[in-house]
């Protein structure tokens, strides 16, 4: 009764060309594999555009968001026009996309409409419209299984994934979600049903819809996986694996053949845009693999991720880097007021907690860097630092705290807390760069350099040649 979950990624399912590639990785791992299930993300950029649509229709610019519906209305209709599908199958994927991208305008509609008569917030229209993306996905994937003789079957995660009220970056109830599960999707699988469930959307108890944090599909992959004792989880992509770094930013990036969940968690968590942060925990809870591949290269590996990853090499294997912001004062003393005030404010703000810090005193000064979680969205930062300029506190005893923006550069790999030369090496090799702070993280397999976010760059090519020239 082996189950394999294939997460598709937005890069995956946005051509007809990468959809083909697809088409024919679920067609062979349905060969091979009792119960298959395929969780899929929005078409790359929709997600980008819906919360654009949204924050639009938060201010009442029914304009604005209309031209991102019909963009998008173009977008999908073209993909659907273009893949190889019957006439049936084609009529009822139009109509899906038409009838999905309706409710939407009508979503924003409601969302433009409230504005105006009441002054309270609406996070589950808001929600909605920002999960279509993955149901119109959903569809266009199920139609092309059924072209081909699989019984594909779309799958709305909201009547599945039951998740808390944080809006925006909500986390799975996995008991709830399990039941649900068991009652919903089984029967399904008995009876050879290739569920096509999308990533990224949830529902709280009481129903209302909401998002697991950017690039939550992951997420969803893992805990469906969770739920149904999966034997892997494959997750395909446009890259090769994990890489040592961005390959969007450093050409010279090349794929990491294996990795431990620890090193995968630190990964995530430190700004690599490969993987959700909070997939990992479910996933090594069950000690349940994961596979990074490239639906490009479907002969390829990837990158394995399990509990051992290469438990005997020292080494440092990738190196990210991730927006934070620095706050310093002049004092010394405790740190839990200003680090508590923070957390609050970008919890209020975007839902996420800071989690990380990295905090350093000496006589007279005081320096704490927070680092911005990725699945915080791209203007937390932003938000945050503007929150912070009106709340900071300036009294005697708390001193008088400034913020700036920081660059955390994170080394990360096995055993780093083992000062065998490989670390002292490390930092031998970086030259002529501002360090803020440094800290060694508790899971022993990271190294964070704070700096200035103008020297990041190269501090992180500098880490990046080390990796290269010590294999
Ligand atoms: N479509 C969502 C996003 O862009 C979720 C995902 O891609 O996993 O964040
Ligand atoms: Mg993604």
């Not at 939550?216 to 996986?225: N, P, Q």
Request: hydrophobic fraction near 40%.
């Amino acid at each position: 009764m082996d189950t394999l979950i294939m997460k598709f990624g937005g890069s995956t399912v946005g051509t007809t060309s990468a959809l083909t590639q697809v088409l024919s990785i679920i067609l062979e791992e349905h060969e091979r594999w009792k119960r298959l299930l395929v969780v899929v993300s929005a078409l790359e950029g929709v997600t980008d555009a819906l919360i654009e649509a949204a924050r639009l229709a938060q201010l009442g610019n029914r304009r604005g968001y209309r031209r991102i519906a019909a963009t998008l209305r173009t977008r999908h209709m073209a993909l659907a026009e273009n893949l190889p599908l019957g006439a049936t199958e084609r009529a009822v994927l139009q109509a899906d996309i038409d009838r999905l991208l309706f409710d939407m305008l009508d979503t924003c509609q409601a969302l433009a409409d409230r504005r105006l008569n009441e002054d309270y917030e609406h996070p589950e229209h808001y929600e909605a419209i920002v999960g279509v993306g993955e149901r119109l996905s959903a569809r266009i994937v199920a139609a092309l299984l059924r072209q081909n003789d699989l019984r594909g079957v779309a799958i709305d995660a909201t009547d599945l994934i039951v998740t808390d009220n944080v809006y925006g970056n909500a986390t799975v109830n996995i008991p709830l979600t399990r039941e649900r599960i068991l009652a919903h999707l089984q029967p399904m699988l008995d009876r050879q049903i290739t569920p096509v469930i999308t990533g990224f959307i949830g529902s709280t108890v009481g129903g209302h819809p909401t998002t697991l944090g950017r690039g939550g599909s992951d997420y969803t992959a893992s805990v469906l996986a969770a739920c149904t004792n999966a034997k892997e989880v494959w997750v395909w992509t446009d890259v090769d694996g994990m890489m040592t770094t961005d390959p969007r930013e450093v050409a010279e990036a090349r794929k990491i053949p294996s990795l431990s969940y620890d090193e995968v968690a630190e990964l995530a968590y430190f700004g690599a845009r490969v993987l959700h942060p909070r997939m990992v925990g479910p996933l090594r809870e069950r000690d349940i693999p994961l596979r990074v591949r490239n639906v490009f290269k479907p002969r390829e590996q990837g990158t394995l991720i399990n509990r051992e990853g290469e438990r005997d090499r020292v080494a440092v294997k990738a190196v990210t880097s991730i927006a934070g912001l620095g706050l310093s004062a002049r004092r010394r003393g405790p740190l839990a007021g200003i680090t508590r005030l923070v957390d609050d404010i970008l919890f209020r703000t975007t839902g996420s907690h800071t989690e990380v810090m990295i905090s350093s005193q000496t006589s007279g000064e005081s320096f704490v860097c927070f680092v911005i979680p990725t699945t915080a969205g791209p203007d937390a930062l932003h938000t945050l630092r503007q929150a912070l300029e009106d709340e900071l506190p300036e009294t005697p005893e708390a001193g008088v705290w400034t913020a700036r923006p920081v660059t955390v550069v994170t080394a990360i790999g096995n055993r780093l807390d083992q000062l065998n030369g490989l670390t002292a090496r490390l930092f031998a090799s970086l030259n002529d760069i501002r360090i803020l702070a440094v800290a060694q993280g508790p899971s022993n397999c990271t190294l964070s350099f704070v700096t200035e976010p103008g020297d990041a760059e190269k501090l992180l090519l500098q880490i990046h040649n080390f990796i290269l020239n010590s294999d």
